[in-house]
């Protein structure tokens, strides 16, 4: 079982830029995908990006397409959300979740508490 913790929120002004972490303790890091969802207050949660176990496979939510990157580090049992270009409606909990066999959009097993984004126009 698998315990992920996210850091790097916070505020920032829009066109800023935020770094999102998600750090993973206790499992095999390097065979679960990992997913960054969000949400809103008063709306559903959103996918916003997927990396596969190896790295080699990555996705992303039209609304985020060129602006954020999803990385990991096996070595380092962390995956990184780069956030660039950020707009007002950005502004969300970021979750990080992990499962051994969710293939992008989908249910995944493991969930962290979250991180706030709040972007500033």
């Known amino acids: 079982q698998v315990q992920l913790v996210e850091s790097g929120g916070g505020l920032v002004q829009a066109g800023g830029s935020l770094r999102l972490s998600c750090a993973a303790s206790g499992g095999t890091f390097s065979t679960y995908n990992i997913g960054w969802f969000r949400q809103a207050p008063g709306k559903e949660r959103q996918f916003v990006a997927f990396i596969s176990r190896s790295g080699g496979s990555t996705y992303y939510a039209d609304s985020v397409k060129g602006r954020f990157t999803i990385s990991r580090d096996n070595a380092k049992n962390t995956v990184h959300l780069q956030m660039n270009t950020l707009k007002p409606e950005d502004t969300a909990v970021y979750y990080c979740?992990?499962?051994?066999?969710?293939w992008g959009i989908g249910s995944y097993d493991y969930w962290g508490q979250g991180t706030q984004v709040t972007v500033s126009s």
């Open positions: 979740a992990a499962d051994r066999r969710t």
